[in-house]
């Protein structure tokens, strides 16, 4: 475990996660290294999360009861997320009765939905742990259009539940400052809780040379060809299109591949690739277990993350910085928060100077280097688990010292 300091006083946690948890993406690992670094802390966490998804190790969970017609995993919005939801509201209320938390930490938007009447009614603060804007990723994800209604209604619905919690966790400060900027929030009821990586997990070295370039030829790659790696879920507001396309143009003039660890929709993306004409030079590997993708990543020599989102966090990030791979991202507020200057970016849909970055990259090792040791240093300093669960034993102990307000 990371160094921490001098211990806070051990809370009753009770963590609701309106997710399929667990799954190998983003949002998921950032409930999980919270969970970890606060239970190695003392503290007593359960967790209520959807009855899909699967268990971890030494994080005790509490599930909803299974909906026979729907068992696979969650992602994005659709109406069964209503139910799941309420749900959710009812085994998160007998598991607080019974339990009695101190504090109540709530994931996302609709975690703070639903932790709310459980505050209530039992007197305890509520946290909530925001990774972007709900009505925001509603639009960025496609489920509906700018202007459409429903969004105005999510929004309002948004800017409601941001005033219930007693304190706010921004994953980042531009997280922040959007929500005390365009939402009018108290800027001292936003805490910024950076999201953060496992610097011993992920670290270069994960494989020797002999390994890595084993491998690297069990996948088709030869010795001197060039790998680009991505992690993540494979759809449109991920950049995957874009992605695609813009690599295609990257193998018109070098020998390169393209690494692609993730899921849903990985035949579509198949198909895609072959008909780009790059499908012998694309792998697509399926969903990779987040404990063991540091050995995936030790295989490529650059990252890359093209996600268009201008809220949501951007885990994969941190993940690549800690194992010293030079990344190449869109220039996004969150990218500039996380990769600062050592980042390289392209601006937001321009395929072209993207296949120039990469080639650029490819035919420069000793700048790839420097970038990824850099990137490696900035993980380190910036973005340890300690850092994190330190800022939120801060917070438990602000709310749980003050009365629960009445808004």
């Not at 997710?19 to 998921?28: E, K, L, N, V, W």
């Not at 409930?31 to 899909?52: F, K, M, N, P, W």
């Not at 994931?107 to 932790?115: N, V």
């Not at 993207?354 to 035919?363: D, F, G, I, P, Y």
Request: aromatic share 8%.
């Amino acid at each position: 475990m990371q160094g921490i300091g001098a211990r806070a006083c051990p809370r009753r946690v009770l963590m609701i996660a309106p997710t399929s948890f667990f799954a190998d993406y983003g949002c998921h690992v950032r409930i999980y290294e919270q969970a970890r670094g606060l239970i190695a802390r003392g503290h007593d966490v359960l967790l209520c999360t959807y009855h899909s998804g699967r268990d971890v190790p030494g994080l005790p969970i509490v599930r909803t009861p299974a909906l026979p017609w729907r068992r696979r995993i969650e992602i994005g919005a659709s109406w069964h997320r209503l139910l799941l939801d309420l749900l959710l509201l009812g085994t998160a209320w007998q598991t607080a009765r019974r339990r009695r938390p101190d504090v109540i930490h709530a994931f996302l938007h609709e975690g703070a939905l639903i932790g709310t009447p459980i505050s209530r009614l039992l007197g305890v603060p509520l946290l909530a742990d925001l990774q972007g804007s709900l009505s925001s990723e509603v639009m960025e994800h496609g489920t509906f259009p700018p202007g459409h209604q429903v969004i105005g209604v999510l929004r309002r619905l948004e800017s409601w539940a941001d005033r219930q919690p007693a304190r706010l966790l921004a994953n980042t400060h531009h997280t922040a400052r959007w929500l005390v900027e365009d939402f009018g929030l108290a800027p001292a009821q936003v805490r910024v809780v950076p999201d953060v990586v496992d610097i011993e997990r992920f670290a270069p070295g994960r494989l020797s040379a002999e390994e890595r370039q084993c491998r690297r030829q069990a996948l088709g790659i030869p010795h001197d060809g060039f790998l680009l790696v991505y992690v993540g879920l494979l759809a449109p507001y991920q950049g995957v299109d874009m992605l695609l396309h813009s690599f295609a143009k990257v193998t018109e003039q070098m020998d390169a591949y393209l690494l692609v660890m993730g899921f849903p929709h990985m035949q579509k993306y198949q198909h895609k690739a072959g008909a780009l004409g790059i499908g012998r030079r694309v792998i697509f590997t399926g969903p990779v277990s987040y404990f063991e993708l540091p050995e995936w990543l030790a295989l490529g020599d650059a990252a890359v993350s093209l996600k268009l989102s201008q809220t949501e966090g951007n885990v994969k990030l941190l993940n690549y910085m800690a194992m010293g791979l030079p990344v190449v991202a869109l220039d996004t507020p969150v990218g500039r928060e996380y990769l600062g200057d050592a980042g390289v970016f392209i601006p937001q849909g321009d395929g072209q100077a993207l296949a120039e970055v990469v080639c650029r990259l490819a035919s420069m090792p000793a700048e790839r280097w420097a970038l990824g040791q850099r990137l490696r240093q900035r993980a380190v300093s910036g973005f340890r688990l300690s850092r994190a669960v330190e800022s939120i034993e801060a917070v438990y102990a602000e709310v749980c010292s003050a009365p629960l307000a009445v808004l």
